[in-house]
């Protein structure tokens, strides 16, 4: 009689947990993208109990498309990603090299090649995360060199499909644009995950998020204007996410920290260095129709 396997066991020793649960608090909301990495480690956590007990199996592909605006936490998904992967034995090392068309495509014949090459060495092990990997493909122009990078990447993504994973990043439309350049590019990649953005809610528990992080604090009344700074900010260009908010939050410790110094020669409390007031937030230039920074 054949003996009989708990899974959790195998779980426990694994140490993904640990990996999931860390997902679970970093990132606020993403319940879709949440659920569908769990699948993916339930997935070659029993691929690996079958090699266990000699159940013979391809091993499942691993390239990833992750697709969504920025701010959506797409970075830190690919690292929690390559951490799961290198505990469970399919990545060597479990670390992540992040890419964008510059350090792929060259200027001149001959060039694109090494640098390519150079970068996949570099990802061995571990995850080579493609940022904005639209960029690489560039439609109407002979001289450009991209699709040469997609090429080699395609070769080595087949070849050496054991020692290391490639995720392609970038914006939902403009990555479907991407994959049509290139016939054998979309049926390489076993798991395409969106990004959706976050809500009003999830903005604003991010914003607590960073103020706790740094022992900072709203008002009652800073709540709400930082509610209506999010709902504002959402509607100007270059929105961010996470990214936005958390720039924001810079911001207005900037304002907090001028209003204090404004107040020099009086003694402060505790309280007065860790609370953010409504004043620190409407001063900022979103109520004015503006992006900060500009």
Partial sequence: ??????????????????????????????????????????????????????????????????????????????????????????????????????????????????KTKEMIKRAQGGVLFVDEAYYLYKTGNERDYGAEAIEILLQEMERQREDFVVIFAGYKDLMETF?????????????HIDFPDYTDKELMEIANLFLVKESYSFSENAILAFNEYIQLRRQLPFFANARSIRNAIDRTRLRQANRLFSRMGEALSREDLMTIEASDIKASSVFKGQIEGR
């Fill in 179 to 191: 994959y049509k350049s290139n016939p054998g590019l979309y049926s390489r990649v076993a798991h």
């Fill in 1 to 114: 009689m054949d003996s009989l396997i708990n899974l959790s066991d195998s779980y426990a020793d694994s140490g993904v947990e640990e990996v999931l649960c860390k997902l679970e608090c970093d990132l606020v909301g993403l319940k879709p993208v949440k659920t569908r990495i769990k699948e993916i480690a339930a997935l070659l956590l029993v691929d690996r109990v079958r090699q266990d007990i000699n159940l013979s199996s391809t091993k499942p592909s691993l390239h990833m498309s992750f697709t969504g605006r920025p701010g959506t936490g797409k970075t830190t998904v690919a690292c929690q990603i390559s951490e799961i992967l290198h505990r469970l034995g399919y990545l060597r090392k479990g670390h992540v090299v992040t890419v964008t068309r510059d350090d792929l495509v060259g200027q001149y014949v001959g060039h694109t090649a090494p």
